[in-house]
């Protein structure tokens, strides 16, 4: 009893489920399984994950290429209400395929380069002929490399620089090489404003340096930080004072709801139904208020607020997106001592072509980020389920870095080396260490607390009054997901 000096433990009622069911993303009938819990009270203890969560350290988090891509375009549209071409259709919190590491990109580049270069070759080959018709005294000249010496220089790390190509290739056949590389239109802005200080400063060195004979694209740029932009400068890049669109996040405790949660429920509300309608197709008196509240409000964790804790406290929330005095976005979050875990995001359908799902994961990125600073040990951010093979839960694994964890050892790997495992089996332990065991597997199962006709007992005092079969395997199977720690300190309800 000395785990419950603090306060009430936790009462857990344990569903094992040996059926399976229709998955709502993939759409297999037979798709999906899972093993369920319900508890009336959640202390802070740590509970022992039972499903493949991704772990992001948001921390260590740098927004990727298309991660800004998405910040750019929602500063675009509040700015100037520029509405980006085309539609997007993406699931919430859809990312593009982009964002994978320097490590998944490895194989993805090298299988590039050889294309680039089998295109090159076949142009070189090509060419070769074509001038061999025309004339044969050019043959010497020209320096050519067959393909098998180019893929010898790929498989030693060496550049392959000596290509020499003066004819204008085929349409489609690749870059003409007798012609100089195009420039980033950033690069020539950049030339254009030397230029303009230079006209602007006669007497500097610049000019001095022009006077000499040196062309204006050699000019040495202007000193530069190598820090890129933190995901905070990108988010709250300030506005014009004449911007087009306002944004504000307000986040309001939905368990228990606080009086703004419950000024605002039934336009929240609306936001949900409209979405499951256009996005997930259901009819329209579906999903009721009563389903909504039940699926997204109500929440088993216990309102806290800890001296030491974020100044909202622990507990459900509903991060609120309003534009414009409306709410388009809702992200249902729950703020833990260690983590802020993700748990569902619903939108405004007309408003997908902002990609609501990519923007508020960096939202709450950051939240995670600021609540930090209060508090320490607030340090993860959880966005759900990750399945592999399931493009529409695949994306989690693109805000990096995130660690996966081990279903057999119980420790965090980082989710690059998992993922060569994922691609050849949908399980597979991620702990490459073959010794390796759950330090806090079940090893006495006897010591598991057990809540029985209002009496708290030892799960071996419990046994010997059961005859059902079928019970004892439930409760090994309960002790062998949670551990012997969290097995001790929670309270399995059995009727």
Not at 20 to 27: A, E, I, N, S, T
Not at 228 to 233: I, M
Request: aromatic share 10%; net charge neutral; with cysteine.
């Amino acid at each position: 009893m000395a785990f419950w000096a603090g306060g009430s433990p936790s009462i857990v009622d344990y569903f094992p489920s040996e059926d399976f069911y229709r998955c709502g993303y993939c759409k297999n009938e037979s798709g999906s399984r899972s093993n369920g819990m319900r508890w009336s009270h959640c202390t802070s203890s740590l509970f022992k994950y039972l499903f493949c969560f991704p772990r992001c350290r948001p921390l260590q988090f740098q927004p990727s290429k298309s991660h800004k891509k998405v910040l750019k375009k929602m500063l675009k549209f509040l700015a100037q209400g520029e509405v980006p071409k085309g539609s997007c259709e993406d699931e919430p919190m859809d990312s593009t395929m982009d964002d994978a590491v320097a490590g998944d990109f490895a194989l993805i580049n090298k299988l590039d380069i050889q294309c680039d270069l089998k295109t090159l070759s076949d142009d070189v080959k090509e060419s070769l002929e074509s001038e061999g018709k025309n004339s044969k005294k050019e043959e010497p000249q020209e320096l050519l490399q067959s393909q098998d010496f180019v893929g010898e220089k790929l498989g030693s790390g060496e550049p392959s620089h000596s290509v020499k190509v003066h004819t204008v290739p085929k349409p489609g056949k690749g870059a003409d090489l007798s012609k100089p590389p195009c420039r980033k239109a950033k690069e020539i802005r950049k030339e254009r404003k030397r230029l303009k200080l230079m006209q602007q400063n006669p007497a500097g060195e610049l000019e001095g340096f022009q006077a000499q004979g040196h062309p204006s694209s050699l000019f040495p740029p202007k000193a530069k930080s190598n820090q890129p932009k933190s995901l905070e400068d990108l988010i709250f890049e300030s506005l014009p004072e004449n911007a087009s669109h306002k944004l504000e996040v307000r986040v309001v405790r939905s368990s228990p709801p606080s009086s703004q949660f419950k000024a605002t429920l039934l336009e929240s509300y609306q936001v949900y139904k409209r979405y499951q309608m256009v996005i997930h197709k259901n009819p329209p008196d579906m999903p009721t208020e009563s389903q909504f509240t039940r699926f997204l409000c109500s929440s088993p964790l216990e309102a806290e607020t800890p001296p030491n804790g974020p100044d909202c406290g622990y507990g459900s929330f509903h991060q609120q997106y309003w534009l414009d005095g409306k709410i388009i976005a809702v992200g249902v979050i729950d703020i833990l001592p260690n983590c802020v875990s993700s748990v569902y995001l619903y939108y405004d359908p007309d408003y997908s072509f902002l990609s609501l799902g990519v923007y508020s994961a960096l939202r709450e990125i950051a939240f995670t980020r600021q609540l930090h600073e209060k508090t320490s040990q607030l340090s993860y951010y959880y966005m759900g389920f990750y399945i592999h093979s399931c493009p529409k839960m695949k994306y989690k694994g693109q805000y990096r870095p995130s660690d996966l964890l081990c279903p057999e050892t119980y420790v965090w790997v980082p989710i690059e080396q998992c993922l060569p495992s994922l691609e050849n089996s949908k399980y597979c332990r991620f702990n490459q260490d073959p010794e390796a065991v759950d330090e806090d597997r079940s090893t006495e199962p006897d010591r598991l607390q057990v809540f029985h006709k209002r009496a708290i007992m030892p799960y071996g005092v419990y046994k010997k009054q059961q005859k059902d079969p079928s019970e004892e395997a439930a409760v090994l199977q309960y002790a062998s997901l949670v551990g012997q720690k969290c097995s001790e300190r929670m309270l399995l309800f059995r009727n």
